[in-house]
C-alpha cells in the first residue's frame, strides 16, 4: 500500500502545467515564453530573496514575507516569465512610445522587472499564465500566481527574463494559499 501517492506526483504535474503555458496562444506566433521548474534547492534562494526584499521595500511590500512561507510550504514551484526578443510591429502606443522602433530604443529599466517591452508580450504571458494555473486546476492543485516569487527569480538570477511570474502548487487537505494572513 502506498499512502499519500498524491504528492509523488507533483513534479510531473507540474511539468504538464508547464507544457499548458508553453502551447498558450501567442502574438503574431512569436514564443518569447520561458519557463521553468523550481528545484527543491532554490525554492530556499527564492524565499531568502523574498525576504530580504521586504527588508530592503516600504513597509508595504511585507506581504514578501507572507509569501516565501507559502513558497517554502508549497509542494512544487514553477516560474513563467517572459523575455522579450522584439515588438510586434503595430506602433499601438501602449508601451508608452509612439513607435515600436522608439520604444526598442529607449534604455531598459532594471528592477524587480526590466522594461519597457512591447504590451502584446505581456498579454502573451498573461495567457501563458492563465492556462497554466487553469490546468493546475484540472489537476486539482491548489495555486496562487506570485509577483513576488517572479521578482525573486529576476533579482536571484534564477530565471533571464525581463519579467517573471511565480506559481506555488500545493496538495494538501486545505488550500494553503486562501487564508493568508
Do not use: H, W
Amino acid at each position: 500500500m502506498i499512502l499519500n501517492p498524491e504528492s509523488e506526483v507533483l513534479e510531473t504535474l507540474a511539468k504538464s502545467i508547464l507544457l499548458a503555458a508553453r502551447t498558450a496562444p501567442k502574438a503574431k506566433g512569436v514564443d518569447d515564453i520561458v519557463t521553468a521548474l523550481v528545484e527543491i534547492p532554490d525554492i530556499e534562494v527564492l524565499a531568502s530573496t523574498m525576504e530580504r526584499l521586504a527588508e530592503e521595500k516600504s513597509a508595504g511590500f511585507a506581504f514578501l514575507k507572507r509569501d516565501a512561507a507559502n513558497l517554502r510550504n508549497a509542494g512544487a514551484a514553477i516560474l513563467i516569465g517572459v523575455k522579450t526578443s522584439g515588438a510586434a510591429g503595430l506602433d499601438c502606443g501602449a508601451c508608452g512610445s509612439e513607435t515600436c522602433a522608439e520604444m526598442l530604443n529607449r534604455q531598459k529599466i532594471e528592477g524587480d522587472f526590466r522594461g519597457p517591452n512591447c504590451m502584446l508580450k505581456y498579454v502573451d504571458l498573461g495567457i501563458a499564465i492563465g492556462a497554466a494555473v487553469a490546468k493546475a486546476k484540472d489537476f486539482c492543485i491548489d495555486n496562487r500566481v506570485m509577483y513576488s516569487i517572479g521578482a525573486a527569480a529576476r533579482v536571484s538570477g534564477l530565471l533571464d527574463a525581463d519579467v517573471v511570474f511565480g506559481i506555488p502548487l500545493s496538495v494538501t487537505g486545505k488550500n494553503i494559499f486562501f487564508d493568508r494572513k
